[in-house]
């Protein structure tokens, strides 16, 4: 599995609607196929420069589907936001590879 990770800062002027905007967007992405799930969290840590920080997570299968997604897909998916939103909007990618997965386990005393 990866994690293909979208990390957006957003000036506060533009805050509701930019997650208007996102709540429409993560469907977009979901809808090219080359993910299984995707997660939206806010970064908890106040940043010196302003705004509100979230991590938005898409998990793909193989490296072959998010290869997919840049080859076909994310540049028109990532131009539509930095139109709409341009100089209010900093976003940074990063990509993970799941090495594992831990769960607590159940203790049935």
């Known amino acids: 599995m990866y994690i293909y ?3 957006v ?6 805050h509701a609607e930019w997650l208007v905007w996102i709540e429409n967007h993560i469907p ?7 993910f299984v799930s995707a997660k939206m969290t806010q970064v908890l840590v106040k ?3 302003g ?6 997570q898409y998990t793909a ?3 072959e589907d998010l ?8 540049e028109k998916l990532r131009t539509d936001g930095m139109q709409k939103f341009a100089d209010k909007m ?13 769960y607590p386990t159940v203790n049935s005393n």
């Open 47 to 49: 940043e010196d420069m």
């Open 61 to 63: 299968k193989t490296r």
């Open 90 to 102: 900093l976003a940074f990618r990063t990509e993970l590879k799941v090495i594992n997965e831990f």
């Open 9 to 14: 800062n957003i000036d506060e002027s533009v």
């Open 28 to 34: 977009e992405v979901l809808a090219t196929g080359r």
């Open 67 to 74: 290869d997919d997604y840049y080859k076909y897909d994310a």
């Open 51 to 56: 705004g509100v920080t979230y991590s938005i």
């Open 5 to 7: 990770n979208v990390t």
